[in-house]
């Protein structure tokens, strides 16, 4: 074999993929046709959820300066997103191309094998390995490694070599997209209706201006290139009345709201990760975040059966948490399609919607859903409401010196919290110390009213996740750090 993994794409998703790997010890090879970063902006926003993810790797300083915002929206309705009391707020300035750029220098130190200008022509799964048939320049030849993780976009020649289903519904709209320097336009954050369309407009940083803009009624066209700059200040102008024509482009695009999921996020030895699964309308830049996470949520499981920990069972699981979120993104985002892209026949539904915001439980509710902070796994029952959630960040007291929640997860391997000195527990748990850590610290002030008081024991898994708590779980221990770690070390043949 080649490489232990090949992933295809150095997007976001690949990228982060890589670098889970290498952190788990795992080689991999990442092929990515184009030649050099594109250095388009792209997604211009982390979520909440995915500055969690980054803080638990220690990315952030990774990132460069950065704004952040407490507010977000729900197609266009705004939200106050510090209703939920996170430990960050999203990062409204980060380009895409800084987020890849960031992820490919931690990958690459972590010993990642990055190879620009590879193109994936076919993929064949062997039963107990995958071919990659490669062209690179004049040369054509094949990979061989034991799994392939497609993280190729919405068009994945990964998907479509390995015969994945990806049913949903052709685009009926198109917006247009330009990244402009040399004007100056009043911020539409969260959009806004105008005439026979809508618009939107972000400052980036470097004093570039984002302007979308959509005209309702108008189907799709099909596209072989990127629109020019004078359809979208055409359009502009027929909208808002406003002349961007003198602008300096620095990037145009057009995208629409397609929307569609593979049935399946694992065929044999073939993965997808990103837009190479769920292809949607881009509402709130959770696309990019959502494909962050799904490689957060991939690369431990996959490096565990490598190594031999744990049974090919667990990349099961994969696809079924991570199947779900995607539903759920899709179903979200076509709720906020209507919402931005609906004419007046869509007044009364915003109308309702934002007298439902003003409700702290439906803000709340919509907040976590737009950051990714809604998602819970199945990970056995119980009563603990911190079961297959992520645990909030805590202020830790240890031994050592003081540390957090946060912290502990850096080297990405598994965590048993032991916050109530229990040398019964720890014991437990010494059959796996090869696999997780074992901390036992004192937590500063936790909340009476919320989801982690009266917790005296939680056991994280590599992505934040907490898999048993005590008290609260139905499963025991052993039961638990077996399910996601594999079997102690005394029962490994």
């Not at 388009?40 to 500055?51: A, D, F, K, P, V």
């Not at 193109?119 to 062997?126: H, K, R």
């Not at 490096?303 to 049974?311: E, K, Q, T, Y």
């Not at 982690?452 to 048993?468: C, I, N």
């Amino acid at each position: 074999m080649d490489a232990s993994v090949v992933i295809v794409g150095a997007g976001p998703a690949g990228l982060m993929l890589a670098g889970e790997l290498r952190l788990a010890g795992t080689d991999v090879i990442v092929l990515e046709r184009h030649p050099h970063r594109t250095g388009e902006s792209r997604g211009i926003g982390l979520t909440i959820g995915t500055m969690e993810v980054f803080d638990q790797r220690g990315l952030l300083g990774r990132l460069g300066a950065y704004e952040t915002s407490g507010m977000g929206h729900f197609g266009g309705l705004p939200l106050d997103m510090g209703i939920l009391e996170a430990a960050h707020e999203a990062a409204r300035t980060v380009p895409q191309s800084v987020t890849e750029e960031a992820l490919e220098a931690w990958a690459v130190d972590l010993g990642a094998d990055i190879r620009r200008g590879h193109e994936c022509l076919a993929i064949e799964d062997t039963g107990d390995g995958v071919t990659v048939t490669v062209r690179h320049g004049d040369i054509e030849e094949t990979i061989e490694a034991r799994y392939l993780v497609g993280c190729d976009g919405g068009r994945s020649t990964v998907r479509k070599g390995a015969g994945f289903d990806f049913p949903g519904t052709a685009a009926t709209t198109e917006m247009l997209l330009a990244d402009l320097r040399g004007v100056e336009l009043a911020p539409r954050m969260t959009g806004q209706q105008v005439g026979g369309g809508f618009v939107m407009v972000a400052k980036l940083a470097g004093g570039i201006h984002r302007v979308i803009v959509g005209e309702r009624g108008i189907a799709p066209r099909r596209r072989t290139a990127a629109p020019e700059f004078a359809e979208v200040a055409d359009l502009w102008k027929r909208l808002t009345g406003i002349d961007i024509s003198h602008a300096e482009p620095v990037w145009v695009s057009a995208f629409g709201d397609a929307t569609r999921q593979v049935t399946e996020y694992r065929r044999g030895r073939v993965l997808l990760a990103g837009d190479s699964a769920h292809v949607h309308l881009p509402a709130g830049g959770q696309g990019m975040n959502t494909s962050i996470q799904d490689s957060y949520n991939l690369g431990w499981k996959l490096a565990s059966v490598l190594r031999g920990d744990a049974p090919e069972e667990l990349l099961d699981t994969y696809h079924s948490e991570r199947h779900e979120v995607g539903r759920s993104l899709l179903a979200n985002t076509r709720a906020q399609s209507l919402l931005v892209l609906g004419g007046e026949e869509a007044e009364p539904l915003r109308g309702i919607l934002a007298e439902l915001i003003r409700h702290p439980e439906a803000a709340r509710h919509l907040a976590a859903k737009v950051s990714g902070l809604d998602i819970r796994y199945d990970v056995g029952g119980g009563t603990s409401a911190l079961l297959g959630r992520r645990l909030p960040h805590l202020v830790l007291a240890t031994a050592a010196g003081p540390t957090s929640s946060t912290a502990l997860l850096r080297a990405g391997r598994g965590v048993l919290l032991d916050l109530d000195d229990n040398a019964v527990l720890r014991r437990r748990a010494q059959a796996w110390r090869d696999r997780v850590d074992v901390v036992t610290a004192t937590a500063g002030a936790v909340r009476e009213d919320g989801p982690a008081a009266g917790t005296t024991a939680v056991l994280l898994r590599p992505d934040g996740y907490v898999a048993w708590a005590a008290p609260g779980s139905h499963q025991q221990l052993n039961s638990a750090l077996t399910r996601w770690f594999g079997p102690a070390a005394d029962r490994r043949r």
